[in-house]
């Protein structure tokens, strides 16, 4: 079928263009514009009746005119899917930019992705050793889960997910991840860091990539992690394979929806982000998880960074309330020459009791991990106080836990970028550095652990 | 074309609005080639505006509308005990054998099983006068939950026939003179409350098992509160505890915008978790709603009113029922979403005007009543409320507060010490002790009130005393003050601190809750007393008694062990003078 090219263009406003006199549209079509110099544009319908449609145009709207001639293709986007995804670079609308051929599709599946069932839903449980002892220990991340990267610029967030994406496994387990990798208006030099390790460590192979920079469309973003869930769907439910998605930047994403929302003049949110984000974000995060009959998995680690290092900022805010947890990332212990730079305090795995303890991760692990973090809270708060009274003013068992805090941060966060300790390692080094505090106050620990692991009251 | 039949004429997003249908307002209408199901609620002359419960991508102008003559109503009868349904009552199972695990669009299903044959009991005979709502027969739904069939509430007269049997819900179980056939599945609109005699003041608390909740901010069967939190800071977790532990008879769970794998988590757990109250697994007394977060808002608007009116129905029955609703910001965000759309003049935060009116309604709907039947029925109501960046300052949340009577405040700062349930002790409230407290006089202690008085008077001392703290350092106040500041924190880290996933001291019972805040009474008045004979406070502080009498509640039979605990403690504090 050809379809009717319409040169009825009225409004260009923002990334939108205004038609009238078509006939029926489809809400959500895909939309073509032929300029006047032959290039085209891709788009989509964002509303449509009798009288008028308004598309959004994924390139923006630059050098269209109301001459340009607009096409309706019939059909909702579609990503083209098949296992040739696999090892292959895409450009943020899904074309290859790797030089190589276009992909051979399996089938073409609509990228907005429906909803899982939630009782359809199977609740993650497999313990995912990342080698880092900080989100092992404390903030440990289940397969399955969606567990976000909070930031902020000029952080190591991408060492960081880095780090994650070649270190993680299952425990006693060969089994690979794949990794989908969405950038979504990152620098060049970002994404050549990220392309360029994925190469060195021979992961480019075992991954497929939809890279949006900087100087590409800013709407076009809207659609790059719909195609890269669409991909990691089609991996992990058709093809059985556990998929790890990252993507970034969250926060270039979140700016687009807002770019549109005040062209079409919306009634905005708070901080100018449209009402509907919440919702828009979720059906994002939403599509990690494991499924009922499926072998597969889709783990999700989204970055974004906070502006002004907010929390309360609506693009953090919002994503805290859909992701199972998030790992905060610290300026203070960055620039304290910390790596990883992993505040544990305002972190959390909302998951991570479904799968540690003495099936899957060791029988001390909970006690450990409540034990440093409440030692490691308390010796933080102290520090604030000592800024005021002085050490002097503290009793014995305040000066050891101000201590411990140093310690936590020293030998436990700390480790190298291409450190990857077992989770045994990680739950001894806890023992070992909690030699720092005596027994008596480490009341978050029950006798019998102590007896089987405390490195100087272990019972042979 | 007929009235009842139009044509698309606009779509965006969820809303779409019809020409050439005569519609009702709230009225549903089947829209697009598909027949997807919407409903009508905004009309402009020719115009009916209609919000759609499923994805509208690919629908075009020009496509058919029907209208179908019903308002969007809820299938009430056996079979709604252990459902979960999406939020407009569509059975999830069903769907996921229809579509599998991913849900598309364009199914119906009816909310309860219509073929299934249930064993009706009559209890009414031949020649009865009947009135609405009362009850004609009975069913056994589940173990711990016998279903009443009721007249529905507007039919009424003398009873022709009825009979005992093996019957459908769609089948006639009993006949009235005038010809009414009635049937054990009722409809009922879901906007629309359901009917009562009178509504009386709560007078007995909703016992929750969480010592914060029971001793310091009681609920009461038939009352509201309102749980506003930041993410992260314990929402769900007490909303499932809740679900788990209240002494309601009947729980209905909606989780409205929230995480699908929350739900799984409900699923996988409640079957096999036991009711305390009645030894039986918690999922035969449990209704659940999920309209996650990414399913469709036009859904999860409606998925509160779903509840609700299961809700309403259990209590028409003479059972309390507790609703729990996560979150009802998510509730407000779809109202929020459809106004936009329809272009309605925005009130604060973009939400619409109508929205503390529509939150004042819900929350109404909670109340302990007289049923139709003459028995005594509540539905309880707890709402979580999440609020961008934690400041309750934002429209859902105040809109909230000034209507329920309970509020309890979670604290970031609390979780992120770990100290659950993070409820902040200073800033929450309850309205109901005074109407609660000869309850709990006469079924707990005569002094409860008192001992209750007692505590919150040590936490807000304590709050003033750390404020000196932060600027002294501890050691510099007089030892009465460091002793007071050593009981507060043992209310702290022993009485209000609970870990809602501890197998044992996730529910503590109330009585249990009382001979804990008399324990920490009596170990203040003992260290009082032995400090004034010469004892150091951290020798006081530091009796192994103590510590065991605390570490004991993780273990089973805490309340029989707690006396003989208290009585070593208090004689080991007595010797720490003696030993000066
Ligand atoms: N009562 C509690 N006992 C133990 N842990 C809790 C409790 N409340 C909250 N938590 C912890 O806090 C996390 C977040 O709680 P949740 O209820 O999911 O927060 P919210 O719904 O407010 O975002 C949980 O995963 C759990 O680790
Ligand atoms: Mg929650």
Not at chain 2, 277 to 297: D, E, F, Q, Y
Request: hydrophobic letters at 40%; proline letters at 5%.
């Amino acid at each position: 079928m050809t379809s009717k090219e319409y040169k009825t263009i009225t409004d260009i406003k923002g990334p939108l263009v205004f038609l009238e006199k078509t006939e029926p549209v489809a809400y959500g079509e895909i939309v073509s514009i032929r300029l006047s110099d032959g290039s085209e544009k891709n788009g989509q319908v964002l509303d449509t009746s009798d009288d008028m449609v308004v598309v959004q145009v994924f390139e923006g709207t630059e050098a269209i005119d109301r001459k340009a001639g607009v096409k309706f293709l019939g059909d909702v986007f579609k990503l083209p899917v098949s296992k040739g995804l696999i090892g292959r670079i895409l450009d943020g609308a899904g074309r290859p930019r790797d030089g190589g051929p276009e992909i051979i599709a399996d089938e073409n599946a609509d990228i907005i992705g429906a909803a899982i069932n939630p009782y359809s839903r199977q609740s993650p449980h497999d313990f995912i050793q990342t080698g880092v002892s900080a989100i092992d220990c404390c903030t440990t991340l289940v397969r399955g889960q969606k567990l976000p990267i909070f930031s902020a610029s000029g952080l190591p967030h991408n060492d960081i997910a880095l780090q994650i994406a070649r270190q993680a496994k299952l425990r006693d387990s060969d089994e690979e991840f794949i990794v989908v990798f969405c950038a979504m208006g990152i620098t060049a030099e970002e994404y050549n860091f990220f392309r360029s390790d994925l190469e060195r460590t021979g992961a480019l192979e075992n991954a497929a990539l939809f890279v949006n920079l900087a100087d590409d469309p800013a709407v076009e973003r809207l659609i790059t992690p719909r195609l890269a869930l669409t991909a990691a769907e089609y991996l992990a439910f058709e093809h059985d394979y556990h998929v790890l998605v990252i993507y970034t930047d969250m926060t270039n994403y979140c700016d687009s929806l807002r770019q549109i929302g005040a062209a079409r003049e919306e009634v905005p949110g708070r901080r100018g982000y449209p009402g509907y984000m919440y919702t828009d974000l979720a059906m994002l995060y939403e599509r990690a998880g494991i499924v009922k009959g499926k072998k597969g998995s889709i783990t999700q680690f989204p970055i974004l960074t906070m502006p002004g290092d907010d929390i309360t900022h609506p693009i953090p805010d919002l994503s805290g309330y859909i992701t199972e947890g998030q790992i905060v990332i610290s300026r203070e212990l960055h620039q304290a020459g910390i790596y990883p730079p992993i505040n544990v305090l305002p972190s959390l795995s909302r998951l991570m009791g479904s799968c540690i303890g003495e099936k899957t991760t060791r029988d001390d692990h909970k006690k450990v991990s409540d034990q440093m973090y409440a030692a490691y809270a308390q010796g933080r708060e102290l520090r604030g106080l000592v800024a005021i009274v002085g050490e002097d003013a503290l009793n014995e068992r305040d000066l050891q836990l101000l201590k411990f805090a140093d310690i936590f941060e020293d030998k436990f966060l700390r480790q190298d970028r291409d450190e990857d300790r077992t989770i045994d390692e990680t739950l001894n080094l806890c023992w070992e550095l909690m030699t720092n505090i005596d027994t008596k106050y480490l009341v978050r620990l029950d006798q019998e652990l102590i007896e089987k692991y405390h490195p100087e009251e272990k019972k042979a | 074309m007929s009235k009842n039949e139009g044509v698309i004429y606009r779509i965006s997003g969820p809303v779409v609005t019809a020409t050439g249908i005569e519609a009702r307002m709230y009225e549903v209408v089947r829209v697009g080639n598909e027949k997807l199901m919407g409903e009508v609620i905004e009309i402009h002359g020719d115009q009916s505006v209609i919000q759609v419960y499923e994805d509208t991508s690919g629908i075009r102008p020009g496509e058919p509308v029907l209208s179908t003559g019903q308002t969007l109503s809820v299938q009430l009868g056996p079979g709604l005990l252990t459902q979960i349904y999406d939020g407009i009552q569509r059975p999830l199972q069903t769907l996921e054998e229809v579509m599998g695990v991913f849900i598309t669009r364009g199914v119906d299903a009816d909310g309860l099983d219509l073929e299934k044959k249930w064993d009706f009991v009559a209890t009414a005979s031949k020649g009865d006068d009947v009135l609405g709502g009362q009850v004609i027969g009975t069913v056994q739904e589940t173990d711990t939950i016998t279903h009443k069939i009721m007249v529905p509430p507007k039919a009424s007269g003398k009873i022709k026939s009825i009979k005992s049997g093996d019957f459908n819900v769609t089948e006639t179980v009993c006949t009235l003179e005038d010809g009414t056939e009635i049937k054990m599945m009722q409809e009922w609109p879901v906007r629309h409350p359901r009917p009562f005699s009178q509504k009386y003041a709560p007078d007995t608390p909703l016992v929750t098992g969480m010592r914060i909740l029971d001793f310091l901010f009681p609920l009461a069967k038939g009352g509201a509160a309102g749980i506003p939190g930041p993410f992260g800071s314990g929402k769900t977790v007490t909303q499932q505890s809740l679900a788990k532990y209240s002494d309601a008879q009947l729980v209905v769970y909606i989780g409205c915008g929230e995480r699908g794998n929350e739900m799984t988590e409900v699923l996988d757990e409640f079957p096999h978790l036991i009711d305390p109250n009645t030894g039986k697994p918690l999922m035969n007394r449990t209704v659940m709603i999920a309209n996650t977060s990414n399913m469709p808002v036009a859904a999860r608007e409606a998925s509160v009113y779903t509840g609700i009116t299961i809700a309403e129905y259990f209590r028409d029955q003479g059972y309390d029922v507790a609703l729990m609703a996560d979150s009802t910001s998510r509730w407000a965000e779809a109202m929020r979403e459809i106004s936009s759309r329809l272009e309605e003049m925005p009130g604060e935060e973009g939400y619409p005007a109508y929205l503390s009116s529509r939150l004042a309604e819900f929350y109404e709907r909670a109340g302990r009543v007289e049923t139709l039947n003459g028995e005594d029925g509540s539905v309880t109501v707890i709402g979580a409320v999440s609020p961008p960046g934690g400041d309750i300052s934002e429209p859902v949340s105040q809109g909230t507060l000034r209507i329920v009577k309970v509020f309890w405040g979670l604290d970031a700062g609390l979780a992120r010490q770990r100290h659950f349930p993070a409820i902040n002790w200073l800033s929450s409230y309850s309205l109901y002790p005074q109407s609660l407290n000869q309850w709990f006089r006469d079924n707990i202690a005569s002094d409860f009130p008192e001992v209750r008085t007692q505590i919150s008077a040590l936490l807000k001392v304590e709050a003033e005393l750390q404020e000196i703290v932060q600027l002294v350092g501890s050691d510099a106040l007089p030892m009465d003050q460091q002793l007071t500041l050593e009981v507060a924190r043992m209310i702290r880290e022993y009485f209000l601190q609970q870990n809602g996933f501890d197998p044992i001291d996730a529910y503590s019972g109330v009585q249990q809750q009382y001979a804990m805040a008399q324990a920490i009474l009596t170990f203040q008045e003992e260290a009082k007393k032995a400090m004034a004979a010469g004892a150091r406070l951290q020798d006081v502080v530091n009796v192994q008694s103590r510590t065991e009498l605390m570490r004991a509640r993780f273990a089973e039979g805490y309340l029989d062990k707690i006396g003989g605990l208290v009585e070593a403690m208090v004689a080991e504090i007595a010797a720490t003078a003696e030993a000066n």
